[in-house]
């Protein structure tokens, strides 16, 4: 019996296709790869024989004996890397000789790391591009769609549910663009040597550098100690982070906005879904929730990650157990929030009925702002005027009144507004201002973004 109880990113969350890119086999592959990459390039200079290349290009985990073989080494050696050119070794016999020449254990891992970071970000590249389009069907179809504006969860002016959205498809678009311009620092590769000045290759580091990189696809660190520096990986966790988090003010404006006594949209809530173990009536936004949970945790391994940046001399290892941890969740993590956020809002329910509803529940208070700014405009002093106008939204709010009863009523506005005048700084349809330009600017910048990450996954 298998029992999964350490990490849920293991059966609970984080998709088969993320999973497989961070799994110890596929970095074991990608260490390979470079393993192989650094053979080829020592042929190149004369160091080994075309058989001998001919027979490494056939090595694969499965044929040096897979992850099994390699720990068994491991257990009696006590080094990964080792035992990784161990079983290589082995594995090409009297070709082996030449396996891991000249190198350090992070040329082979921290070019791996770089080569498995780009798969798993071409993922969230990927479904972030994905999220971006369904929120923006969303802007179109709502953008008229009136709505109160809230700050400090009072209500404020009249927006539309678009220009919510908008705000919200930005800021996780700039998420994406901060992802876009790390990855061209996270992104590289290292072939260098014991503490990065390429001296065992004995004046060809820079030609060796070059082919071993050209074979990965990958550019070279300018220069490294033993390790590529870890401000790098921790720039990539801390714009992960903060994608996480503007997607998590999202989710969260949902979960409030689902609440029965608001209702002005929610996440979609399937046939037999059960909100409850008790309650049977509840629709729980379970989606919103874990995004927000989830969001908590990729935000607590910035921390880890900033304390990798800090090592001794050329280094030492007390980086390496906690990446293994801190950067393969914080991509799982940052998966399962965007399979989450992609369902959340692609079944998106909008009550816009209810928009409308509670944009009348302060009996047109909400609209002070849009009086006094009239009122200013027909001669009023501002602060005058925002005297006036916080008096008798007061005296409103007490009396239960409708707030243009208060207006008429009151001589000081009188001289200044006719009834049809407050009438029509009543109406929320006349206080909307620059919403359609704002929304079709915010557009344009989201999509030149998504452009952006389209071209970089498909090079």
Known sequence: MVRKLLCPLD???????????????YRVEKMIDVEKALFEALHDIGLVSDECVKRIREISLKNIGGLARIQEIERKIRHDVMALVVAISDAL??????????????DIIDTAWALVMRDALRIIKRKTIELLRELLKLVDKYRDTIMVGRTHAQHAVPITFGFKLANHALEISLGLERILECEKRVIVGKMAGAVGTMAAWLGKGLEIERAVMKRLGLRPAEITTQVV??????ELVCSMAILASSIARLAEEIRNLQRPEILEAAEGFSRGQIGSSTMPHKRNPIRAE?????ARVLRGLVIPALENIVLWHER???????ERIVITHAFGIMDQILEDAIDLIGGLVVYDENMLRNLRITKGM??????MIRLTIKGAPRNVAHEIIRELSMRAYEEGLEFKEALVRDSRIRKYLSEEEIEEALDPKRYLGNYKELIERAK????????MAEKGNTS
Do not use: P, Q
């Open 11 to 25: 059966w609970r969350y984080c998709s088969s296709e993320m999973r497989k890119v961070l799994s110890e086999e």
């Open 444 to 451: 344009k910048r989201v999509l030149e973004i998504i452009k």
């Open 93 to 106: 016999g009297e070709c082996g000789s030449m396996v891991h020449f000249g190198a350090t254990s992070n």
């Open 229 to 234: 520096s870890r401000d790098r990986h921790a």
């Open 316 to 322: 030492d290892l007390t980086n390496s157990s906690s």
């Open 290 to 294: 874990r995004i927000c949970g989830l």
């Open 366 to 371: 909400n609209m002070a702002e849009s009086v």
